[in-house]
C-alpha cells in the first residue's frame, strides 16, 4: 500500500525513522532507488546495527552464530540485561538483532534509562543468524547514507525533487496504548508537532513527503490543511490480548 503511495519518480530518497525499513527495502528490491539515500534515526543502537551490516556483515554473521548456540532463557535475559552502549559496534549489532529475533513479537522497547525491557517470546526455533537476508541486505546497503541523526535533521539535506518518507512512533490511539518508548526520551505531542512542521517545510521546497500514523482524530486536525489524507488498514499482530490484533486503520499522509 504504501508503495502506491510513493511518487512515482524522484532524486533523493531520505527516510529519517528507519526503523525495519519495510518501505526503504521494497524499494530498493525493485530498483526504484536511484541518486542519493539517507537512512537516520535517533535510536543510536540501531543505527549501529544498520552500520555493520553494511560494513561488517561477517563478523557481524559469526556472532550471531554464537547468540545462536546459547541461546536459552538465561542466555536471553542476560543478554537483556547486558549494558551494551559502552560495548564496540559488532557486540551492538548482535545484541539488537539477537533480542529482535527472540523478543516477544520482534517489538523494542526501552525504559526511563534506556534499558530493554521486553519478555523473551515463545519461540521454537527462531531464525536468530539468518545469513542469507543478512547478506541481501548489506549488498542492499552499499553506498546507503547512515546517520544517528533526529527527523528534521532531513531539512539540512533534502531539496526539491527529492522524497522523504516519515514513519514515526505513532499517536496512541487510547489511553492505554503507548508506543513511544522506542528511545528513552518517548516521542511527545510536541514532537508530532515538530514532525508536521517539517513536513511542511519540505513541502514548500518541492520535496515529495509521505507519512504514516494512526488514523485518530488528533492526527488529522494535525495535518489541515495542506496535507492530503488517506486511510488504509493494516494488520498488527503486537497486542497483549490475542482477540484484539488484526486489522487496524492508519492514515497515510502526502
Not at 514513519?167 to 489511553?175: G, I, L
Amino acid at each position: 500500500m504504501l508503495l502506491d503511495k510513493a511518487p512515482s519518480e524522484w532524486d533523493g530518497y531520505h527516510e529519517p525513522f528507519i526503523g525495519g525499513g519495510a518501505l526503504f527495502f521494497a524499494l530498493a528490491s525493485r530498483n526504484c532507488l536511484r541518486g542519493r539515500t539517507v537512512l537516520s534515526d535517533m535510536n543510536s543502537r540501531l543505527i549501529r546495527s544498520y552500520l555493520m551490516v553494511r560494513d561488517q556483515v561477517e563478523p557481524l554473521i559469526g556472532r550471531l552464530k554464537e547468540h545462536e548456540a546459547l541461546h536459552s532463557k538465561d542466555h536471553y535475559y542476560a543478554t537483556r540485561a547486558r549494558d551494551i552502549d559502552s560495548d564496540n559496534d559488532i557486540e551492538v549489532a548482535a545484541w539488537m538483532i539477537y533480542l529482535n529475533k527472540t523478543g516477544f513479537n520482534g517489538l523494542y522497547r526501552v525504559n526511563k534509562k534506556g534499558g530493554f525491557n521486553v519478555p523473551m517470546g515463545r519461540y521454537k526455533n527462531p531464525n536468530i543468524c539468518d545469513e542469507k537476508n543478512l547478506r541481501a541486505c548489506n549488498s542492499i546497503l552499499q553506498g546507503v547514507e547512515i546517520y544517528h541523526q533526529g527527523f528534521d535533521g532531513v531539512l539540512e539535506r533534502a531539496g526539491k525533487g527529492d522524497f522523504v518518507y516519515f514513519d514515526p512512533p505513532y499517536v496512541p490511539v487510547s489511553a492505554t496504548a503507548s508506543f513511544t518508548a522506542y528511545t528513552s526520551d518517548g516521542f511527545t505531542l510536541a514532537d508530532q508537532e515538530r514532525l508536521r512542521d517539517t513536513a511542511s517545510a519540505l513541502k514548500e521546497r518541492g520535496v515529495s513527503v509521505m507519512l504514516s500514523n494512526a488514523d485518530h482524530p488528533r492526527v488529522r486536525k494535525l495535518y489541515t490543511p495542506g496535507f492530503r489524507k488517506h486511510t488504509i488498514q493494516v494488520g498488527r499482530a503486537i497486542n497483549s490480548a490475542a482477540s484484539r490484533r488484526g486489522s487496524v486503520a492508519e492514515l497515510i499522509i502526502r
